[in-house]
């Protein structure tokens, strides 16, 4: 069982409500009552740490309940809590973290941010790995070659798309993660891709729709593009220069 003991009201406001949210079952005692018997782990303030010992313990922020949460239902589940990162690649990536069997948190965030999001989940987590589709080949490799620091599976995506009934529109990418989180995968430090020629085109057609005065980047930008060193309004702007100086 989750104990949430603490006398700071803003850690015990935010982890409390976490935890409904999460319908993980818990309860509450003060910092100086006795602890229930079948305590797994308690969630307490930096004031309050040093009271627990030897009873496993997850010191809350006020400002980031949520990892406390994620933390103290890890250990709950022991081994099978191993938290996974899946991500379905393409412009806006799905982003899917699991505790084990559980999805604790989804995203979906534009490609420049993707890296990022993963690494700020996983920068806690014991032995973490995260998993991309192999679909949305540029988008993927740019995923994989940023990515530092930590397991890396490039996983088969076929399938994991599933079928979305009324209302549910929207959710796709977010569903693939899911599913590709729970795929296992090559292990891969770093993919290279030569984007075709049909690549290029489209994302010079995307820089034309992008462009004020209806004119595409070269195939030198788009390249770059591809190779995720620019976005496509990056690559405008440079365009733009070249042609004033």
Request: proline residues 5%.
């Given at each position: 069982?989750i ?18 949210d ?10 100086d ?14 004031s ?29 589940r022991?081994?099978?809590g ?26 979906q ?20 790995v995260?998993r ?8 993927s ?44 995968g ?11 020629a ?18 595409a ?29």
């Open positions: 069982m104990v949430v003991a603490t006398s700071d009201f803003e850690v015990y406001h935010g982890v409390v409500s976490e935890l409904r999460r319908g993980a079952t818990f309860t509450t005692v003060e910092p009552d006795e602890l229930p018997d079948r305590t797994a782990v308690v969630i307490t303030g930096a309050d740490e040093e009271s627990f010992a030897p009873v496993p313990t997850v010191v809350a922020a006020p400002e980031e309940p949520r990892r406390a949460v994620d933390q103290a239902l890890t250990t709950v022991g081994d099978a191993r938290t996974i990162v899946g991500v379905d690649p393409g412009r806006k990536p799905g982003i899917a973290v699991l505790s084990g069997e559980t999805v604790v948190a989804a995203f965030v534009p490609l420049s941010a993707a890296v990022d999001v993963v690494q700020e989940e996983v920068s806690d987590a014991t032995d973490p995260v991309i589709g192999d679909g949305s080949r540029l988008q490799a740019r995923l994989i070659n940023e990515l530092e620091d930590v397991r890396v599976e490039l996983v088969d995506e076929t399938g994991t798309t599933p079928y979305l009934g009324t209302g549910a529109r929207g959710m796709e990418d977010v569903l693939a993660a899911v599913n590709i989180a729970r795929l296992e090559e292990v891969v430090e770093a993919r290279e891709i030569e984007p075709t049909g690549e290029l085109q489209v994302i010079k057609d995307r820089s034309r729709e992008r462009s004020e005065t209806n004119r980047i070269d195939e030198e930008l788009a390249r770059r593009v591809a190779a995720g060193e620019l976005t496509i309004d990056e690559a405008l702007v440079e365009h733009r220069e070249r042609d004033e100086g």
